[in-house]
């Protein structure tokens, strides 16, 4: 047995069934075209929302956070935008997740980063380093680093066994957050994965999950699972809150449609996810207090 089978397995047995966070949400709805939307992400101010929409096939499109008309940004299939930390530029996996692509964050030319050599199928998941100097992406069973000073490639992760989605690169370790899935049973979960290499650390513990998000404290984790004992095809799929390290979670939302994709604000005081609690995938704005998360979170913990 591996050693990140035997965590795992570990790790189911030493978590409780979560508990409820108590407030409800205040949602706005952003998007409610009928159309399916979806992956959002901030951009670094928190003005903006970049998310990809189904209208003509699946371009990039941006909107406030408050609400109004929205914008394409992208000319060519895009989806899983990501702003630079600088926000002068989007990165993004390209015609039908096939090769990965940057473009100025008011549109433009989009200019291809990936070569033909270095394979990318059923998207790359691409994220920036904190510093906007590296981009991390998925290569089928392999996560690049790509130096775009030296335009150079390195390879952070290889597990033949699972396909591995680049989630968050983090400010306060030398980490990436990626969502471990294994082709033959579906499974998936949020780990971190060295830079520099050492051993993987497992972070949550459910059926499912291939989409979170930290605040920008890093101090808690935000993702879309499915409760304990439910099917992925038959369950509710609602939002989490978790510690950053690790811990038991709580539930934030409770709908009657799915929750999925969440992305937490630069300020913290937000999340961005999507739902079809209205009945179309739409994209919904929910306040936070991360203040009161994080005190909860304490209290679940240690109690």
């Known amino acids: 047995m591996s050693r990140i089978t035997l965590i795992a397995l570990l790790g189911t047995l030493c978590f409780s069934p979560a508990k409820a966070w108590a407030a409800p949400p205040e949602l706005k709805q952003l998007t409610?075209?009928?159309?399916?939307?979806?992956?959002?992400e901030w951009s670094p101010d928190g003005k903006s929302i970049i998310y990809t929409s189904a209208r003509e096939v699946y371009h990039l499109w941006r909107v406030s956070p408050d609400g109004g008309k929205s914008v394409k940004v992208s000319e060519r299939n895009g989806h899983h935008g990501r702003f630079s930390p600088d926000g002068k530029y989007i990165v993004y996996d390209g015609d039908k997740g096939t090769v990965v692509r940057i473009i100025p964050s008011d549109g433009g030319v989009p200019i291809r980063i990936v070569p033909e050599s270095?394979?990318?199928?059923?998207?790359?998941?691409?994220?920036?380093?904190?510093d906007g100097e590296k981009i991390a992406f998925r290569s089928l069973h392999t996560?690049?680093?790509?130096?775009?000073?030296?335009?150079?490639f390195s390879k952070v992760y290889h597990d033949d066994a699972r396909i591995a989605l680049p989630l968050h690169w983090s400010k306060k370790e030398n980490c990436l957050l990626a969502s471990l899935i294994n082709p033959e049973d579906k499974t998936a979960n949020v780990w971190k994965l060295p830079i520099d290499g050492g051993d993987p650390t497992q972070l949550t513990f459910t059926q499912?999950?291939?989409?979170?998000?930290p605040s920008p404290d890093e101090s808690c984790l935000v993702y879309s699972s499915v409760a304990?004992?439910?099917?992925?095809?038959?369950?509710?799929?609602?939002l989490w809150v978790m510690p950053f390290g690790g811990g038991e979670p709580l539930l934030l939302t409770t709908s009657a449609g799915p929750d999925w994709e969440p992305r937490w604000s630069p300020d913290g005081g937000r999340i961005v996810f999507t739902s079809t609690r209205n009945g179309a995938p739409d994209l919904y704005v929910m306040k936070v207090d991360l203040e009161r998360i994080k005190k909860d979170l304490k209290k679940l913990n240690e109690g």
């Open 32 to 40: 409610d075209d009928r159309y399916l939307n979806g992956y959002s």
């Open 143 to 152: 996560v690049y680093v790509l130096d775009l000073p030296s335009g150079g």
């Open 118 to 130: 270095i394979p990318v199928e059923r998207s790359a998941n691409p994220v920036w380093s904190p």
């Open 208 to 213: 499912r999950v291939t989409q979170a998000s």
């Open 228 to 238: 304990e004992g439910q099917s992925l095809a038959d369950g509710q799929w609602d």
